[in-house]
């Protein structure tokens, strides 16, 4: 599907010929490697390549760029799609090598360049769809069966296949993100509002020198409240988190303060590496700063040192807290519970994220869920797509007290 190189075309491309087409395939991979390319961006590139003509290779790199990139994030992107796209030659000389019968010498591992994961990926995507036949018609009774998309929302993430996994992370990235707005102490000048403000009346009467000062009025402000999370990257939590950073990222795209920490045996703060616009370089970037991942855990100690860190800069203004973690904690108890307690009088929402709410007749009989059961407001799973839909909206609705879950579990508790 690759096309040819553009050193190999005339300086004046045909609408109807070759150039086109592969400008059209081109365009189609980029969408599907996350860049927005229209059909409108698509009939722009053919014309500017008409009109630019094909002289070198940088002149008709430039020339596509300047069209289909609208997003400074996605420059990394376009650039390695279109080394992966119009240089088929070196894709050639790579088959022949390995067809040889000489050995070929040992290359060094370069490290993976930026935004090469989704250019190749969507390149392969776009390969196997031209080369894929027309199956054929087949008649089920699917009366009594759930489609493979319910499946997978339902699935658990740690069950779940590489193919899978990078389908439920395009789910993610698709889900409808809390619409929590809190109301401030903060006004906006607003037409229709009932309070009048009298500093944005004297500056209009500024204007006129004083001979004519109109009313103006304000309404307060409503804002996204800040998001705090605390998850737990041990042996016993690492699947979900993997996952669950992917739903941190699409949730820093839609709203400006949401912090992150991760924590083991030590707290990580994954804050600015999140913010990245690109998910891959996100995740790479998250992966480099984390050095105690898939290890021991240390829940008491990690919420106490965000306590004495942290939390006087990211919890105020009314916070809400994700906390996710199994609650298997390997130290003093005590500790924990004194940690758990600071944390939830320091936030407005505390939420619990457990994975093992999955198993049915679940009991928090370990130690460490027991000291922090008291000290939550919500208990929830986060197993699944449906899930992590499920925490969405009950961010995005009113809390009304200790979640019945948590009060059936409250009352295990032994004296």
Same mark, same amino acid.
């Given at each position: 599907?690759?096309?040819?190189?553009?050193?190999?075309?005339?300086?004046?491309?045909?609408?109807?010929?070759? !150039?086109?087409?592969?400008?059209?395939?081109?365009?189609?991979?980029?969408?599907?490697?996350?860049?927005?390319?229209?059909?409108?961006?698509?009939?722009?590139? !053919?014309?500017?390549?008409?009109?630019?003509? !094909?002289?070198?290779?940088?002149?008709?790199?430039?020339?596509?760029?300047?069209?289909?990139?609208?997003?400074?994030?996605?420059?990394?992107?376009?650039?390695?799609?279109? #080394?992966?796209?119009? #240089?088929?030659?070196?894709?050639?000389?790579?088959?022949?090598?390995?067809?040889?019968?000489?050995?070929?010498?040992?290359?060094?591992?370069?490290?993976?360049?930026?935004?090469?994961?989704?250019?190749?990926?969507?390149?392969?995507?776009?390969?196997?769809?031209?080369?894929?036949?027309?199956?054929?018609?087949?008649?089920?009774?699917?009366?009594?069966?759930?489609?493979?998309?319910?499946?997978?929302?339902?699935?658990?993430?740690?069950?779940?296949?590489?193919?899978?996994?990078?389908?439920?992370?395009?789910?993610?990235?698709?889900?409808?993100?809390?619409?929590?707005?809190?109301?401030?102490?903060?006004?906006?000048?607003?037409?229709?509002?009932?309070?009048?403000?009298?500093?944005?009346?004297?500056?209009?009467?500024?204007?006129?020198?004083?001979?004519?000062?109109?009313?103006?009025?304000?309404?307060?402000?409503?804002?996204?409240?800040?998001?705090?999370?605390?998850?737990?990257?041990?042996?016993?939590?690492?699947?979900?988190?993997?996952?669950?950073?992917?739903?941190?990222?699409?949730?820093?795209?839609?709203?400006?303060?949401?912090?992150?920490?991760?924590?083991?045996?030590?707290?990580?703060?994954?804050?600015?590496?999140?913010?990245?616009?690109?998910?891959?370089?996100?995740?790479?970037?998250?992966?480099?700063?984390?050095?105690?991942?898939?290890?021991?855990?240390?829940?008491?100690?990690?919420?106490?040192?965000?306590?004495?860190?942290?939390?006087?800069?990211?919890?105020?203004?009314?916070?809400?807290?994700?906390?996710?973690?199994?609650?298997?904690?390997?130290?003093?108890?005590?500790?924990?519970?004194?940690?758990?307690?600071?944390?939830?009088?320091?936030?407005?929402?505390?939420?619990?994220?457990?994975?093992?709410?999955?198993?049915?007749?679940?009991?928090?009989?370990?130690?460490?869920?027991?000291?922090?059961?008291?000290?939550?407001?919500?208990?929830?799973?986060?197993?699944?797509?449906?899930?992590?839909?499920?925490?969405?909206?009950?961010?995005?609705?009113?809390?009304?007290?200790?979640?019945?879950?948590?009060?059936?579990?409250?009352?295990? #508790?032994?004296?």
């Amino acid at each position: 599907m690759a096309g040819r190189g553009a050193e190999d075309h005339e300086t004046a491309a045909d609408p109807d010929g070759r !150039i086109a087409d592969n400008i059209v395939y081109f365009a189609r991979a980029l969408r599907k490697a996350g860049l927005r390319v229209g059909p409108a961006a698509v009939t722009d590139a !053919i014309q500017a390549v008409l009109v630019a003509g !094909i002289g070198t290779r940088e002149d008709f790199y430039w020339t596509l760029h300047s069209v289909l990139v609208t997003r400074h994030e996605d420059h990394a992107v376009f650039d390695e799609a279109f #080394r992966l796209f119009w #240089r088929s030659r070196e894709l050639i000389e790579k088959m022949l090598a390995m067809l040889s019968p000489l050995a070929p010498a040992p290359v060094q591992k370069e490290k993976p360049r930026a935004g090469e994961t989704r250019a190749g990926h969507a390149l392969l995507s776009e390969r196997e769809d031209q080369r894929q036949e027309m199956p054929p018609e087949l008649e089920i009774d699917a009366r009594l069966t759930l489609s493979s998309r319910e499946v997978l929302r339902q699935k658990d993430f740690a069950q779940m296949t590489a193919d899978e996994l990078a389908e439920a992370r395009n789910a993610i990235a698709r889900l409808v993100m809390p619409h929590d707005l809190v109301w401030t102490r903060r006004h906006r000048p607003d037409p229709k509002g009932r309070r009048v403000d009298p500093r944005a009346m004297m500056r209009l009467g500024l204007r006129t020198g004083g001979d004519l000062i109109l009313p103006r009025y304000k309404s307060p402000r409503r804002v996204h409240p800040p998001l705090v999370v605390l998850a737990d990257i041990s042996g016993s939590m690492s699947q979900y988190t993997r996952v669950f950073l992917h739903f941190l990222h699409a949730l820093t795209e839609s709203r400006r303060r949401v912090s992150s920490f991760v924590f083991g045996t030590r707290l990580t703060n994954l804050t600015r590496q999140l913010r990245n616009r690109d998910p891959d370089e996100a995740l790479a970037e998250c992966a480099a700063a984390v050095q105690d991942w898939s290890g021991g855990t240390r829940i008491g100690e990690a919420i106490g040192t965000f306590n004495r860190l942290w939390s006087r800069r990211v919890l105020g203004q009314g916070a809400v807290v994700l906390l996710i973690t199994d609650g298997l904690e390997r130290d003093e108890i005590g500790a924990l519970a004194h940690e758990m307690e600071r944390l939830h009088k320091s936030c407005r929402r505390l939420i619990w994220l457990n994975p093992l709410l999955r198993f049915e007749g679940f009991e928090p009989r370990a130690r460490g869920m027991q000291a922090m059961l008291p000290h939550v407001d919500e208990l929830r799973p986060v197993h699944s797509l449906d899930a992590l839909s499920d925490l969405c909206q009950a961010l995005s609705a009113t809390p009304r007290g200790r979640t019945a879950v948590l009060e059936g579990l409250g009352k295990q #508790r032994p004296a």
